[in-house]
């Protein structure tokens, strides 16, 4: 076993120093099955780094970032700043388009928008009336959708107002909500057994999908926006057609309940994380299990694969997180930065950073560093149909139920660089803009909407009372 690399900081409340390790290779829990070809195995070096960082606030008022910590080296994750403002355990996180607003949501039953610039005032957003399970910010960044076990979904602007539309989404707890590629329509799954699409701009029910027979998880859209995924506590993940509103194909592999589902970004596989402690990989067009982990000691909670599509990060009740080069098939880090059960981890749209939160009330965030070379290569358009397929083709077959292995060299943990897909800055800040006030119209547009309806309804009422009064009345 390799020594683990060390990062510390300072908390701000002068509580006693907390130590944040990972381990760096693929520390003997991953390799190929004998039919693929054997991995290559690297050299690995010691590498030590310890950075401090002051946090201000404490954990029961609103926090505000410390000063960005410096990387240790230019290939391993660093934690760049973590925020405390939570009074319960984070149960979910998710980063703006541009990066700049992290949101987060807890058992507090407060909705929480960070600030990735330093020592800015986060936003604290109370309306829910308990646990908030999922948060997910629009494809514009302009609108975030929050769930909740108090059965509602909320739509918010991210603004210092934090105003929202709430309405009855679900007849249990909502476990899951997320916005479709082209933002007119999101999704959400609850614990009422039921996968349910709604009109963004109306915030209308559309259609519901329900042969799952237990608790739904997660709920997420394709990239493109054709096809819909499920997880579920009756151990399926179900793929769905959107259009023919059809189950597809069930995939029935997991041992335990499936807490978590998302899409590869090539919209050609899917990654399920289970009870099992496993995260599997298939392929949506053969259905076929392409990769299956088995690195946790304890139940996967989350998942959010990296932009590029090349790796994937996880978040388990053994409280770690791991990070899986999917090209080959292996174990990169294993992080230890969370005081018990890491309940939830997304990248941000570029991948250059990702975000953690944990059942020890703190959210941190974490410059990835090992895929510095796609960072800015990333489009931030969708690839066209060809280019999608051809990646998915060079995901391998895996199957890793923690065997001795040795980790990757430093070399191959470089991805290639990817043709990019560019687009006027001008004119992609219009049309951000444009969209933005777009969102900001239609929540106005249902918010009248909303008042046009109460106005009807008592105008109805007092009708019908006067047609009594006047039934009762003698001639």
Not at 7 to 30: H, I, Q, T, Y
Request: glycine share 6%; hydrophobic share 35%.
């Amino acid at each position: 076993m390799e020594p683990a690399i060390q990062l510390s900081f300072l908390s701000g409340d002068k509580k006693p120093r907390r130590r944040v390790s990972f381990n760096r290779g693929g520390r003997g829990e991953a390799k190929r099955p004998a039919l693929l070809l054997a991995a290559v195995g690297g050299a690995e070096t010691e590498r030590d780094a310890t950075a401090a960082a002051a946090s201000s606030g404490s954990s029961g008022a609103l926090g505000a970032p410390g000063p960005a910590m410096a990387a240790p080296c230019t290939e391993d994750p660093s934690l760049e700043r973590h925020f405390k403002g939570h009074r319960d355990a984070v149960t979910c996180v998710d980063f703006s388009l541009n990066t700049k607003q992290l949101a987060s949501g807890s058992m507090d039953s407060c909705l929480m928008v960070w600030h990735m610039k330093p020592q800015s005032r986060a936003y604290r957003f109370a309306g829910h009336k308990d646990t908030v399970t999922c948060v997910n910010f629009s494809p514009s960044g302009h609108l975030l959708a929050s769930g909740s076990r108090d059965k509602t979904v909320r739509i918010w602007v991210p603004n210092v107002k934090g105003e929202s539309t709430m309405f009855r989404a679900h007849t249990a707890t909502v476990r899951s909500v997320h916005f479709c590629s082209d933002g007119q329509s999101f999704v959400t799954a609850s614990d009422d057994k039921t996968v349910k699409v709604w009109s963004t701009h109306r915030q209308k029910f559309l259609f519901s999908l329900s042969q799952h027979i237990n608790w739904v998880r997660c709920a997420k859209f394709s990239p493109d926006g054709r096809l819909i995924v499920s997880a579920s506590d009756d151990k399926t993940v179900k793929l769905w057609d959107k259009t023919s509103r059809e189950c597809v194909h069930s995939y029935c592999e997991h041992g335990g309940f499936v807490t978590y589902v998302d899409f590869h970004p090539s919209g050609t596989c899917i990654a399920a994380a289970g009870m099992d402690n496993t995260v599997k990989v298939w392929d949506v067009r053969t259905h076929r299990l392409l990769q299956h982990y088995q690195l946790h000691s304890a139940a996967v909670n989350a998942l959010s694969f990296h932009p590029s599509g090349n790796y994937l990060v996880t978040a388990s009740s053994d409280s770690t997180l791991k990070i899986l080069d999917l090209m080959e098939g292996r174990l990169l880090y294993t992080l230890h930065g969370h005081q018990g059960p890491a309940t939830t981890v997304a990248f941000s749209r570029t991948g250059e950073y990702f975000a953690s939160g944990g059942s020890d009330e703190q959210v941190m965030v974490w410059k990835s560093n090992f895929d510095v070379v796609s960072y800015g290569e990333v489009p931030r358009v969708q690839r066209p149909a060809a280019s999608q397929a051809s990646s998915s083709r060079t995901l391998p077959e895996v199957d890793s139920p923690v065997p001795p292995g040795r980790g990757r060299s430093q070399e191959s943990m470089q991805s290639q660089p990817q043709e990019p897909i560019s687009m006027p800055q001008t004119l992609t800040s219009t049309l951000e803009h444009i969209v933005g006030q777009l969102d900001v119209l239609t929540q106005t547009v249902s918010i009248l909407e909303q008042r046009l309806t109460l106005t009807e309804d008592k105008l109805k009422q007092c009708l019908e009372n006067q047609q009594l009064i006047m039934q009762r009345t003698p001639p």
